[in-house]
């Protein structure tokens, strides 16, 4: 037990990883897509779809290492919760078929562009919104008997799922403005920060609201964060948060859109930490703990010894996608 | 709406929906990706431009193509648990580590370098441009050895121990569980199809572009180049791949008799050499085959090699175990009817290339038009006759389909699965309208590249500067 013990808090630990991952690749992606109805069509639209083509099909891959590794290290997880979020999940994945095909659908007949930028923008936000919901399902807890969930196909709809959800599209929002914001010059650089300014405000007010609800949820999330002692170490969290915030909107004041891309991620970081802690040591709360999920030790140790020697090479060539397609982007297009 | 299916057969309608529309494009990706590989090599080797025109034609192809793919596989990764979340539980420690190289090993690689490759040309240079697309090729091919890997042991599993509560376990050795007993049958078949899928779709546009060319009284010398590269390929490989298609046939024969049984007809058993049937019309219901034409022994002869040897019909099976034949029986004579169709395209275009009229012969190129889609007809019909012969199981004699099922309500399933046609449809099908649209344009000197610089006015006269020779 104690050697399953360190295997699977590690796997937990690389999934959380994942999960950050992605919101840092994809996130700001998915982002560009909600923002794009405030683009406009002609040469905006068409820089909007240049900064991110040639990465988007690489970001979108942490989505499938998150699927795909839930399998692998907690499969009973991945049951039960792809069972218990079934419309969001076909809900963000048709999203995402809409949102990736666009990217280069929308070079391929003048006249049916206008429909796949929308298709582009609706299942950028449709995706957000069913990740955030799906993340509010999750912690709000989820409805388990003996190994199989056991409730209704719409328990996962809640005033506080629907927050969440919210939250996650104005945070994706906030970090596609500021990659925009990066990527352009002058007036658009100008609209990208307005953008970034109104989507930091909305993304505070949604964890602050997310933050004073998540305790009430549950008597154990309560309890975490408001009894003594373990008030005391989580305090520097909501503090933090609180700092990166205002040195967020300094940035964003400062036209520092590398400065404020990289607080905006920190939110996210904070975020996912306060959840974490109130979570913790369960995946699928109120019952299932990451142990009780957890995949046989011989499949964990085996895909560990991949991530351990794969993982560097695979944030070593991303990285270098992300080097050659450095720089402002240009007016033509990709195709 | 959906009264008339039970929950099950919506989840198995949904996943044999969504991955064969799938697997459409990965068998198109898989080839095209080594094609342009080649391509680009000839460019780099030999400096002719037709080559550089011809990768760029087909680079943009194949990124409509790859994000086709991309989305429709991301889909695939999560059926698994939306409507089998039981078989995932069950069959996760074993299948999952296996996916989960998939995605470090293959995804990442291919996704990776697919930017480089579409649009980098410019910004990285030839050598480590070229660099990129191998990598995006040896990607494709590990996404395919893993997936498949996934797909024998489910067939052939091996290597598993059975927790107490009914769970499969990895035993001491993945090495077994990796290359179970079907896998490198399997691996070699698919993978040769799908270069054999690409070798059609390349030689019918190739065709109607030298069809096209003819009737306007000019010359195509790319269309030549991509057809005459594609009748090679179709020449050589069309016959290992029936070899290959045979050995397959013998390893499933060894592990999972009851399905070439019904790929046969064979509801009876023949203890004095059995007949191969050609036609017929499969009855699951009375379990006979009616208005069978057969050659006598013949079966035998295949499967045994020996015309007397004894050959079991499903009437030695339980018929709760029995697959449907009636599918198999015609999923698997459609891939093979085109398969000897395949070898015959092949044959024919060596002896026109042997009389010097490979590039002259309307037949011959009409033939080859008319054989574009086939590849993508017989993987398809060659994955149903595996798939639905491994039927009533999911893992092979130890889990069944009905029991992996989720606990999820048919009008949810319904609803799902109608949403995926609809959006399926519209979407992939308007997506391979442009990829029609993109091999109607005809291939011509000076291709434009992807990159988004040489869109300048200035240089769509001509190649940009670096590439003219």
Redesign the interface.
């Known amino acids: 037990m104690t050697q399953n013990f360190d295997l699977t808090t590690i796997w937990a630990l690389i999934l959380a990883f994942a999960v950050l991952m992605y919101v840092v690749m994809d996130g700001f992606d998915l982002g560009i897509g909600i923002l794009f109805p405030f683009y406009k069509p002609g040469t905006e639209r068409d820089q909007a779809m240049?900064a991110i083509?040639?990465?988007w099909?690489?970001n979108?891959?942490w989505?499938?290492?998150g699927?795909?590794?839930l399998?692998?290290?907690f499969?009973?997880a991945?049951?039960?919760?792809?069972?218990a979020t079934?419309?969001l999940?076909?809900a963000m994945?048709?999203g995402?078929?809409?949102r990736?095909?666009a990217?280069?659908?929308r070079w391929?007949?003048h006249s049916?562009r206008a429909f796949w930028d929308l298709a582009f923008s609706g299942g950028s936000f449709v995706a957000a919104l069913s990740q955030g919901i799906i993340l509010g399902a999750l912690l709000q807890g989820v409805h388990v008997e003996g190994?199989?969930?056991?409730g209704g196909?719409l328990d996962w709809l809640s005033p506080y799922s629907v927050l969440t959800g919210l939250g996650v599209v104005c945070g994706y929002a906030l970090l596609g403005a500021c990659w925009m914001a990066g990527k352009l010059n002058g007036s658009g650089q100008d609209r990208a920060f307005h953008h970034a300014r109104v989507a930091a405000w909305a993304t505070f007010a949604a964890m602050a609201a997310v933050s004073l609800a998540t305790p009430f949820l549950a008597a154990p999330y309560y309890q975490r964060w408001f009894a003594m002692p373990t008030l005391l170490y989580l305090s520097p969290v909501p503090v933090v948060t609180g700092l990166a915030a205002l040195f967020l909107l300094r940035g964003l004041a400062q036209r520092c859109s590398g400065q404020a891309f990289v607080l905006a991620l920190l939110l996210f970081l904070l975020g996912m930490i306060g959840l974490g802690v109130s979570m913790w040591p369960h995946v699928v709360p109120p019952s299932i703990t990451i142990w009780q999920a957890a995949?046989?030790e011989?499949?964990q140790s085996?895909?560990l010894v991949?991530?351990v020697l794969?993982?560097p090479l695979?944030l070593g060539?991303?990285g270098w996608?992300y080097w050659?397609?450095r720089g402002k982007?240009?007016e033509?297009?990709?195709? | 709406m959906f009264t008339a299916f039970d929950a099950l057969t919506l989840a198995r309608m949904q996943f044999a929906f969504t991955i064969s529309f799938h697997f459409i494009f990965p068998s198109f990706s898989i080839g095209l990706a080594s094609y342009l590989a080649v391509l680009e090599a000839l460019w780099l080797r030999t400096g002719k431009p037709v080559y550089l025109d011809l990768f760029r034609y087909w680079l943009k192809i194949f990124a409509v193509a790859f994000a086709m793919g991309v989305v429709s596989g991301l889909v695939m990764s999560y059926q698994f648990g939306t409507n089998w979340s039981v078989f995932s539980d069950k069959a996760g420690g074993v299948i999952g580590p296996l996916m989960a190289y998939e995605v470090l090993t293959a995804f990442f690689l291919e996704a990776g370098f697919l930017g480089v490759m579409l649009f980098g040309m410019e910004k990285v240079g030839r050598g480590l441009h070229f660099a990129a697309t191998v990598m995006v090729v040896i990607g494709t091919t590990i996404s395919a050895f893993w997936i498949i890997s996934v797909n024998s042991w489910m067939q052939t599993p091996v290597g598993y121990e059975v927790s107490a509560d009914g769970r499969f376990l990895p035993g001491p050795s993945w090495w077994a569980i990796i290359f179970n007993p079907s896998f490198p049958y399997r691996f070699v078949h698919t993978v040769i199809a799908a270069y054999l899928t690409t070798a059609l779709v390349v030689g019918a546009v190739g065709a109607w572009h030298l069809l096209r060319a003819k009737d306007q009284g000019r010359e195509n010398g790319h269309a030549r180049v991509m057809f005459s590269m594609a009748m090679w390929m179709a020449a050589l490989v069309a016959p290992i791949q029936i070899i290959a298609g045979d050995e397959h046939g013998l390893n499933t024969l060894a592990h999972q008799p009851a399905k070439v049984m019904a790929m046969e007809g064979h509801f009876q058993s023949h203890p004095e050499g059995a007949p191969l049937y050609l036609f017929g019309i499969p009855d699951d219901k009375t379990q006979t085959l009616h208005y069978a034409i057969g050659i006598p022994k013949m079966s035998s002869v295949i499967l045994k090699h020996d015309a007397d040897a004894p050959l079991a019909g499903l009437d030695s099976i339980a018929p709760d175990k029995r697959p449907p034949v009636a599918i198999l029986f015609w999923s698997f004579r459609i891939m093979v009817g085109l398969g000897f169709a395949m070898l015959a395209l092949g044959a024919w275009s060596l002896i026109a290339r042997a009389r010097g009229r490979l590039y002259t012969s309307p037949w011959l190129h009409h033939a080859a038009v008319l054989m574009g889609p086939s590849g993508f007809i017989a993987v398809i019909a060659g994955w149903t006759t595996t798939e639905v012969g491994r039927q009533p199981y999911t893992v092979y004699g130890l889990l069944t389909t009905a029991e992996s099922r989720s606990p999820i309500a048919a009008p949810a399933v319904g609803a799902s699965l109608l949403a995926f046609v609809v959006i399926y449809t519209a979407v992939f099908g308007v997506g391979i309208w442009y990829l029609l649209k993109m091999m109607h344009a005809v291939p011509h000197p000076h291709e434009e590249p992807m990159e988004p610089d040489a869109h300048a006015p200035i240089r769509t006269a001509g190649p940009p500067p670096e590439f003219a020779k």
């Open positions: 240049n083509a040639p990465v099909d690489g979108e891959t989505l499938v290492l699927g795909g590794g399998l692998a290290a499969p009973l991945y049951a039960i919760i792809l069972t079934y419309p999940i076909m994945l048709l995402l078929v809409f990736g095909v990217f280069e659908f391929r007949a049916h190994r199989a969930y056991a196909w995949a046989p011989r499949s085996f895909m991949g991530v794969i993982m695979i060539y991303t996608t050659v397609f982007v240009g033509h297009g990709y195709h």
